[in-house]
């Protein structure tokens, strides 16, 4: 009887353990075939009035870390003045 039960239960699992291999095998298909469409139906343009990173000059660059530096210099005095 429980050797019975036992392969019932193999079935069951090789049986669910198929489904969802097979349910996720067709979800990936899928997901390729929706990125080749929109690939070809919309592709990628950059945007002409956005920056690019390569373009940027030297002195940007150090004029926006020293701004980032600025302004958590000053939420920690804000914080810390709050405490």
Do not use: C, N, W
């Amino acid at each position: 009887m429980e050797v019975h039960l036992v392969s019932e239960s193999l079935k069951f699992m090789v049986l669910g353990m198929g489904i969802v291999f097979v349910f996720l095998y067709i979800l990936v298909l899928l997901m390729r075939l929706q990125a080749i469409i929109i690939e070809r139906y919309f592709p990628d343009r950059p945007s002409e009035g956005a920056p690019t990173s390569t373009g940027e000059s030297e002195e940007e660059e150090r004029a926006r870390v020293a701004a980032i530096v600025a302004a958590i210099r000053e939420y920690r005095k804000t914080q810390t003045k709050g405490s």
